[in-house]
């Protein structure tokens, strides 16, 4: 008797699906990226607040001049961290909406009106913020990253680029300050959700700590507010001066 062959099933052909791609377009998935890419770009603005700190450093807020050229001295990391801080910040923004328009879609209009506006008017107006934010961005970057401010041909006591100088001047400029106290509020109101946010997506925040971590997160993010908010205020009120021209090189006196 010819014992029975076990045959294996002939092959399809069809290629079976990417875990990863597969559980980054469910709906767990896109709360996870968005919840990454906003814990990544948390830690940027703790360091970018750090780095714009050191605007205190010294009579004429040397700090930042040091801190300055210590990052352009180093072209690689410089450029590899704005490319990758660009990246966060599309997948970021991008996910979120498709978060944003999923929630949309599935919300049931039974709710009750006062329950729709307390569950939800932090969420959608965190798609408006981060868009405004993006708006800041753009014009954060081209008013002190290159230039347009009119004010990027200054230098130091010591021959380096005087940012602090820049950032000063930039500020006493009623419009600049205005806009970016605004658009740091925006973002205190977007970081105030977005802390405990990102707490909930790791599920670090259980049922009992939730309170209680939502307070420590608008706490942090109008902390955060307060100490970017801080240098236009003390550049209009005169604590934040700049070099006098005859403490410059000849050919940096102040236009």
């Known amino acids: 008797m010819v014992p029975a062959m076990s045959v294996a099933p002939a092959s399809t052909g069809v290629r079976q699906p990417n875990p990863l791609l597969t559980f980054a377009k469910s709906s767990i998935g896109k709360k996870w990226i968005v919840g990454i890419s906003g814990a990544l770009l948390i830690i940027f603005v ?9 605007i205190y450093i010294g009579p004429y807020g040397e700090g930042i001049n040091v801190y300055a050229q210590t990052l352009h001295a180093n072209t690689l990391f410089l450029w590899g961290a704005r490319i ?31 329950k729709h506006i307390q569950s939800s008017i932090f969420v959608r107006t965190m798609v408006l913020s ?4 993006l708006c800041f961005l ?22 380096r680029h005087d940012v602090a100088a820049m950032i000063i001047l930039s500020f006493h400029h009623p419009l600049v300050s205005g ?5 740091i509020i925006i973002l205190g ?20 700590t939730l309170p209680t971590v939502k307070i420590a997160a608008i706490i942090a993010a109008w902390v955060l507010m307060a100490g970017f908010a801080s240098i236009p205020v003390a550049a209009v009120t005169g604590c934040l001066k700049v ?7 000849a050919a940096a006196a102040i236009h």
């Open 138 to 159: 753009i014009f954060h970057v081209l008013q002190f990253a290159f230039g347009i401010n009119g004010y990027s041909h200054l230098i130091d006591a010591e021959g």
């Open 243 to 249: 070099l006098p021209s005859d403490k410059r090189p």
């Open 189 to 208: 109101l977007h970081l105030s959700h977005g802390i405990s946010s990102v707490l909930q997506t790791f599920g670090l925040n259980g049922r009992k």
């Open 84 to 114: 990758g801080l660009l990246v966060v910040f599309i997948i970021h923004i991008f996910t979120a909406l498709l978060v944003a328009r999923e929630n949309y879609q599935a919300r049931p209009q039974r709710y009750a009106v006062h």
């Open 179 to 183: 806009f970016y106290l605004l658009s």
């Open 130 to 133: 981060g868009l405004l934010i």
């Open 46 to 54: 703790l360091g970018h607040l750090a780095g714009n700190l050191t």
